[in-house]
């Protein structure tokens, strides 16, 4: 499935984050948010829009940094799903001029710019949920 990015946030950076990377930087506690509901495979349609030129756009997980972790403010669920099926997922950082430099260089593998096509996996978009 090939869209862009939606930024919710100007002040946000959109980047591909590897799973390692993430693995090794996620508040794990903030992360089991999540451990008890099972992920399927497929995406919520409210994860998804399209402009008025039929641009296709995927609003990514969005995480902040605080106390040297990695922190959902949402979309856990999101980011869960898509590291089952690639090794590197787009993902919205918060605010990332406050975080350490070192740190956000870790974590980016590559920005992901304003009108770069990105590749998800083919997973069809349950359209029985209501949006």
Request: aromatic letters at 12%; a negative charge.
């Amino acid at each position: 499935m090939k869209c862009k990015i939606s930024i919710t946030m100007e002040t946000d950076l959109a980047a591909w984050v590897t799973r390692e990377a993430f693995i090794a930087n996620v508040n794990s506690d903030d992360l089991a948010c999540r451990e008890s509901e099972e992920i399927y495979d497929w995406y919520h349609p409210d994860w998804f829009w399209q402009d008025e030129e039929d641009n296709f756009y995927f609003i990514p997980p969005a995480f902040s940094f605080r106390n040297g972790f990695l922190h959902g403010i949402n979309g856990r669920h999101r980011a869960i799903l898509l590291f089952r099926h690639m090794e590197a997922i787009p993902m919205l950082l918060v605010l990332p001029n406050e975080w350490p430099r070192a740190k956000l260089a870790e974590i980016v593998l590559k920005e992901i710019s304003e009108n770069e096509i990105v590749e998800l996996p083919n997973l069809p978009i349950n359209t029985a949920i209501k949006k």
